[in-house]
C-alpha cells in the first residue's frame, strides 16, 4: 500500500500521506521503535537473506558462534541498551554473499564432509567415526564443532548419513573408523559495495525502525542516508540510520557516530564499531525516551577522549559525541545530523527524541488506518469524525505519558478533500524534550540585614 508525504491532493494509490513540518517554536521531544537492522561480514550462516533474531536466544544458528564468542561483539553490543532505555526487541541480520567464499571439506574414506556454509567457521568442524560397539560393521559419525558434538548418526555406509545443520555428507561405500577428520579451505567472501545495494533492497519489505552500517564507504554511507530518506517520506515508514562520520547527510533520518569507546574487558571500539551499541539503543528507546547522558554499559572511557572545543565543533556539525563524567562513558546529546535548520523545519528535527515522537506517531498512523480505515469507513462526517477520535484518543495517551504538551482536540481537524474518496487531515502537535541544558543562579549574602 501507498504512503509518505504529499504536496498536493494528486495522488492515485489509497493511502495515507502525511507530512510533517514546524509551527513556531515547537519544544523537542522523542520517543519508539524497537527493532534494528544490520548487515554484517560473517564467517557463518546464510548470506543474502534476512534474519529476525529475538535478543536472549541462542546466536550459533545464525552466526555459527555463541554469544559469548568474540564473533558475537556486535550482537552483544546490540543487545545492551542503556542505563535508562531497554535495547532492541529484535535485530535483523543480513549476512552479505560477497565474493570467493569457499566452504571448508574433508574425506575420510568412502565419506566427504562439506560445511553448510562458506566462511573460515568451517574449518572449526571434525568429523569423528568410531565403530558402535553394540553393532558389527556400524559406525557412529559425530559432527563436532569446537571439540563439543553437535550431530551424531548410526551408519554403515556414507549414503546411510543424512546432513545436519553444519555440514551435508556425500560419497559412498563402507565407512571407517577416524580419531577426526577436521574440515579445511573455509575462506571468508570478500563483501563489496554492491552486497550493500543488495541489502538495502532485500530491506525494504521489512518494518524496522533502525538500520545500521559499521563501514567506512563513502558510497555506501551515501546510499543508505537516500535509502532512509525515500522509505521515511515515500513508502510510509519512519526510519533511521546510524553510521559513523556520516554528518555529511544533513538529515533527520541520519545519526553519526563521531568517536568511539574502550570497555572494561580492553576491548576499544572505534566510531564505526560504536555503531552497534548506538543503533540499538535509539532503536530501543521509547517516544517519550532520549539517550542524552544516558550510559553507554561496560565502557570505561571515550575512545579517543575529546576536547571541549571538539565536542562542540562535533555537536554543531550534528554527530552523537560520548563523554567521560563521573567515571562513566556517556551520550552528550541525542541528535542527527540535520543543521539546515529554517522556518518550516525547525532546530527541533535534529533531536532525536522529536524525531521518535514523529515517528511513532506516523507509523502507527499509517498502521492503524491502513489496517481499520482505508476501504472500510464511509467518507462522511461520521466517518471522518471516527478518524479524529481515533488521533485525539492516541495524542491523549502520548501526552498522559510525556511524549507530547499541550495537545487539545481543537489541535486535530478533519475535512473532507478534494476528491469523492479523500480526506484532509491537519495535526498540531509539540513534543516534549528532556532537560538538558540546566541554567542556574545562586545568590550569597553576606548576612540577614543585607537581604
Known sequence: MAGGTWTSQNKIQPGVYINTKSQGSVQANIGIRGIVAIAEPL???????????TPGEDLTPYIGYDVTNEKAVFLREMMKGSDVTAGPSKILLYRPKGSGGEKATATTGALTATAVYDGVRGNDIAIVISADPDEEATFQVATVVDGSVRDEQTAKKAEDLSGNAWVTFSGSGELAATAGTVLEGGKDPTVSTADYAAWLTAMEPYKFDVLVYDGEDKTTIQAVAAFVKRVSNNVGLKCQAVMANAQASNSEWVISVNNGVKL??????????????????????????SLTYSRYPNAIEASPKLTDTQIEAAIQAGEIVFIDTFDKVKVCTDINTFTSFAVDKGEEYSK????????????????????????????????????????????NDMQANGGVQNFTAEDVTVEAGNS????????????????EKIFMTVTVSVNAEAE
Not at 269 to 285: Q, R, S
Open 420 to 435: 469523492i474518496d479523500a480526506v484532509l487531515i491537519a495535526v498540531k502537535i509539540q513534543p516534549v524534550d528532556s532537560i
Open 43 to 53: 564467517s557463518w550462516g546464510p548470506s543474502g537473506i534476512v534474519q529476525a533474531i
Open 352 to 395: 532525536n527524541r522529536v524525531m521518535r515522537v514523529l515517528n511513532q506517531f506516523c507509523n502507527d498512523v499509517y498502521e492503524h488506518f491502513s489496517n481499520y480505515f482505508i476501504g472500510k469507513v464511509n467518507n462522511d462526517e461520521t466517518g471522518r469524525s471516527l478518524l479524529k477520535g481515533w488521533i485525539v484518543g492516541y495524542l
Open 264 to 289: 572494561d574487558d580492553g576491548t576499544v571500539l572505534d566510531a564505526k564499531k560504536a555503531t552497534w551499541w548506538l543503533g540499538g539503543a535509539e532503536a530501543g528507546a521509547l517516544y517519550n525516551q
